[in-house]
């Protein structure tokens, strides 16, 4: 047998057995309206290939799951795609920081409307008088994102060398701010790194540490971790992909070390702990039932019917996150109402102006088949 056959038939193998546990209690229709959609929105965001792969993850109590990988954890040599595969969760990571906020809040060291002017950081913040937590959370701070900065998109970072964020970090609070605290939604990463901080002056303790201490070991998550220097990936895991000039795939899964990313960004975890983590922190079952409520009060973000609390990602009635670094997307969505969640992790961040990212247009596009009253990113 060819070997491109092999490969071919080894994938048809695995997804065979990937979708077997648990996922007959949707119809036949429903799974293939659902796979036929996934490999579509594949091929849409794909170059002269598909995206490589994917993790699906739907789960409705009552209803049906459908658990699955499609396509390849790496491309070469050609291995495809298991559901035990562990990904970078990219902004994810936010949901466990302000998780951890949360807790202090509930324990009285720290007030979600206290100014950003109380707190000892290694920065400056101009205006942090009138800044506070809550806005910093709910990315309505007007500071500019970090990442906007012209040079670190021609930086040469090495993935296994320092990295210091404080210079980035002074240039974002340094540019004029975007609007006047509190007026407006603007995504911004630098809110972020500055909630590090905070949290890790008033919790005593380091970002990575705090996170592990308080969630990851208390809800058993075993395949989640918060790299502090080594940039590789715990195995197993799905190599992570971006396009070259001729649109073609190739590696991306060590592009940064794990300081650029830090609080906003730097996490691993797989879609097993995703679906117990995304669960937990939409139901409150890490913090108070107050702090709860003010981490779901979602305001309008201008964008589709998306709206944000703190630190949430609110559509439809769905709640939680989407994360994107380089070669990884990933989305995890819980539905309270319905008691349903959607898991899409995507090894590969295409460009997407104009349209959701890849993952979130999965998760979009099975909301249409399976919760047609309930379809975010609209």
């Not at 290694?122 to 007007?142: A, D, K």
């Not at 970072?157 to 004029?176: C, N, Q, S």
Request: hydrophobic share 40%; net charge positive.
């Amino acid at each position: 047998m060819r070997r491109g056959a092999s490969a071919l038939l080894c994938a048809l193998l695995a997804t065979a057995a990937a979708a077997a546990p648990g996922d007959a209690t949707f119809s036949p229709s429903t799974q293939q309206k659902i796979e036929a959609v996934v490999r579509s929105d594949l091929a849409s965001y794909g170059g002269n290939e598909p995206v490589p792969g994917v993790v699906i993850g739907v789960w409705y109590p009552g209803h049906g799951t459908f658990v699955r990988s499609i396509g390849y954890g790496e491309l070469s040599p050609r291995r495809v795609m298991t559901l035990d595969d562990r990904f970078r969760i990219g902004s994810n990571t936010k949901t466990f920081l302000v998780s951890v906020l949360l807790q202090l809040v509930d324990e009285k060291k720290l007030g979600l409307d206290d100014p950003v002017s109380r707190f000892a950081l290694p920065v400056h913040v101009p205006n942090g008088t009138h800044i506070t937590v809550r806005e910093l959370m709910e990315m309505r701070s007007g500071i500019v994102d970090l990442y906007a900065n012209p040079a670190f998109q021609t930086l040469d970072i090495k993935p296994a060398g320092p990295f210091d964020r404080v210079p980035w970090v002074t240039w974002a609070l340094k540019h004029r701010p975007l609007f006047a605290p509190g007026t407006k939604y603007s995504y911004s990463n630098t809110n972020y790194m500055l909630l590090g901080w905070i949290a890790e002056v008033v919790g005593r303790d380091s970002v990575p540490n705090l996170i592990r201490r308080r969630i990851i070991v208390p809800l058993g998550l075993h395949a989640t971790s918060f790299p502090v220097t080594d940039p590789g990936m715990p195995a197993p895991y799905a190599h992570g992909y971006s396009l070259d000039a001729k649109r073609n795939w190739f590696d991306t899964s060590v592009v940064f070390p794990p300081a650029a990313t830090w609080a906003a960004g730097a996490m691993i975890s797989d879609m097993a702990d995703m679906k117990t983590w995304v669960k937990a922190y939409v139901t409150g079952t890490t913090n108070g039932a107050r702090t709860q409520r003010e981490r779901l009060k979602c305001l309008p973000t201008g964008a589709r019917n998306l709206s944000f609390g703190l630190g949430i990602g609110c559509a439809a009635g769905w709640y939680g996150y989407t994360g994107g670094i380089e070669g990884y997307n990933t989305c995890a969505y819980y539905l309270p109402g319905k008691d349903a969640t959607i898991i899409a992790f995507v090894n590969s961040h295409p460009a997407s102006k104009g349209k959701p990212h890849v993952a979130a247009a999965i998760v979009r596009d099975i909301a249409k088949i399976v919760f047609p009253e309930n379809v975010p990113y609209q």
